[in-house]
């Protein structure tokens, strides 16, 4: 599943925001290029992500495939610490992460990818 070849383009903040399955209200996902096949475990996702102002999650959860997310805007809370814009995480699989808070609301862009032929 290769990720189409896309040159610059303007990203439309706007529209095409939908809810993640399984994600509580007020989180949004807008996908920027890329699929993800969990049960395939195969590909690659580019995602901008937002909470809007006091969204937040209630446990901890974690994943199958590699993540990492850079908070464009806004603040994240996470495990009594507050991040914000140009601060950045890289997850590998299976690590427990969140929950997760914002009071301002953010804007993350976040990889979500399988394989370990991006590690050292």
């Given at each position: 599943?290769?990720?189409?070849?896309?040159?610059?383009?303007?990203?439309?903040?706007?529209?095409?925001?939908?809810?993640?399955?399984?994600?509580?209200?007020?989180?949004?996902?807008?996908?920027?290029?890329?699929?993800?096949?969990?049960?395939?475990?195969?590909?690659?996702?580019?995602?901008?992500?937002r909470f809007l102002?006091?969204?937040?999650?209630?446990?901890?959860?974690?994943?199958?495939?590699?993540?990492?997310?850079?908070?464009?805007?806004?603040?994240?809370?996470?495990?009594?610490?507050?991040?914000?814009?140009?601060?950045?995480?890289?997850?590998?699989?299976?690590?427990?992460?969140?929950?997760?808070?914002?009071?301002?609301?953010?804007?993350?862009?976040?990889?979500?990818?399988?394989?370990?032929?991006?590690?050292?």
């Amino acid at each position: 599943m290769p990720k189409e070849h896309r040159e610059f383009f303007t990203v439309d903040l706007e529209t095409g925001w939908e809810s993640p399955p399984g994600y509580p209200p007020g989180i949004q996902q807008k996908i920027l290029s890329g699929e993800l096949d969990e049960v395939g475990r195969r590909g690659i996702r580019t995602r901008l992500l937002r909470f809007l102002p006091g969204a937040h999650t209630d446990i901890p959860f974690e994943h199958e495939y590699w993540e990492e997310v850079n908070v464009l805007s806004g603040d994240l809370q996470v495990g009594g610490h507050t991040f914000r814009r140009f601060t950045h995480a890289c997850r590998p699989p299976h690590v427990p992460h969140g929950p997760f808070a914002s009071e301002q609301g953010c804007l993350l862009l976040e990889l979500h990818y399988f394989g370990s032929e991006i590690r050292d």
